[in-house]
């Protein structure tokens, strides 16, 4: 009797003996996946652990990872087992269709099929690479690539009365636009372009390689252009500072004089644009990619064969989140409205101020750098 109880309870157990096995047989492989997200109702990439109220696209991911059968339950809940890396930490609402996570992994049968089931349609994993065992994503990263999707009323200067779906940039504007945004090429302090950062702090100074607003085009009567911006990292709320500043001067509610003033010591009130826009377009592995990209076991970073894949996950998810919140809450215009508030001059009227009050007023005039700024 004793021997069939046993005999009973061994084979209960096998199912989970055989899933184990399963597990043994697939070993755990340092992978990169490539993501497409629509990040709108999101409080952006990065998971936070123990606070489940506001939800990020990792949590979507891990969810996913965990009941495809790719990693432990326990790997979802502590992230470093599984050596997790995100290549860049996107802001709330910010989408993506190209971001790069590496993690180990087990590489089950029809792997990117298992995970994809599990996630909602608007983040999707659209390529997976096998790559070197001490891989990270985010320190081996050489330059990312956003886009910036906005609707082109929000350069009509502020005097002009614009219908919004009525309007079209016209050329003299989008070259002026153009001009601005190649300012921002080379290195600067970014100090004012983000929080939390003093003017000394090294880590504000950033490498921007190129900048600039595409050939505007027509989505739903409404008239659209992308600005795309590549650099070596940035900080956060970096891009849409860039971006909000530049209306601003084109608007005509700053001197274009406000831009060197940015990257010198004093405080700048810099306007953050709406995060809608705001796409992680692309992320740069040059460096490894000449390293391991053809030594024969890996393959390099790169992922033309997954371009239309992404391009048509943009123009399913992507840019119609963009263009149809844009009309319906109007995050754009209504920005627009609080440009008005911000005070441009203050900061450098302020320390002239200073001087004037100050017993060395003749001192400090000929060496704090304000120049004629306070026009």
């Keep these: ?156 200067h502020k005097d002009h009365d614009v219908h919004e779906e009525l309007y079209r940039l016209d050329r003299e504007t989008l070259e002026r636009v153009n001009k601005l945004l190649a300012c921002y090429k080379g290195t600067h302090n970014f100090h004012n372009f983000t929080s939390q950062k003093g003017p000394r702090d090294p880590s504000a100074k950033r490498y921007i390689m190129e900048m600039y607003c595409g050939e505007p085009f027509v989505r739903e009567n409404m008239e659209f252009a992308v600005i795309k911006v590549k650099g070596q990292s940035f900080m956060m709320h970096q891009i849409r500072k860039m971006i909000g500043l530049v209306i601003a001067i084109v608007k005509g509610y700053a001197a274009e004089s406000i831009m060197e003033r940015s990257w010198g010591e004093e405080k700048v009130d810099v306007p953050k644009a709406p995060g809608l826009g705001l796409v992680l377009e692309k992320v740069h592995f040059e460096k490894y990619n000449r390293r391991f990209g053809n030594d024969g076991l890996h393959e390099p970073l790169e992922w033309t064969e997954e371009e239309e894949k992404i391009a048509l996950f943009k123009e399913q998810y992507i840019y119609p989140t963009i263009i149809n919140t844009e009309r319906e809450e109007k995050s754009m215009a209504n920005w627009l409205n609080t440009l008005p508030i911000h005070d441009f001059n203050s900061s450098a009227v302020e320390m002239q101020t200073n001087n004037k009050n100050s017993k060395k007023s003749s001192d400090l005039e000929g060496s704090d750098g304000c120049g004629d700024d306070s026009d």
């Excluded at 009797?1 to 157990?13: M, P, Y």
């Design 1 to 156: 009797e004793e021997n069939g109880h046993q005999n009973k309870r061994l084979k209960g157990d096998a199912d989970e003996e055989d899933a184990e096995d399963q597990n043994k047989k697939s070993p755990k492989r340092k992978i990169v996946l490539l993501m497409a997200y629509s990040g709108k109702g999101y409080h952006g990439m990065q998971r936070n652990v123990g606070s489940s109220q506001f939800k990020t696209i990792e949590d979507d991911l891990v969810s996913a990872l965990v009941q495809s059968g790719c990693i432990p339950e326990n790997h979802g809940e502590d992230m470093k087992k599984m050596s997790f890396q995100r290549c860049a930490r996107t802001d709330k609402g910010v989408s993506a269709a190209g971001q790069i996570v590496s993690l180990k992994v087990r590489l089950i049968d029809d792997i990117l099929e298992k995970i994809n089931n599990h996630l909602p349609s608007h983040i999707r994993i659209l390529g997976l690479k096998r790559v070197t065992g001490g891989f990270n994503s985010k320190n081996k990263c050489d330059a990312r690539t956003y886009s910036y999707m906005l609707p082109t009323f929000a350069f009509a």
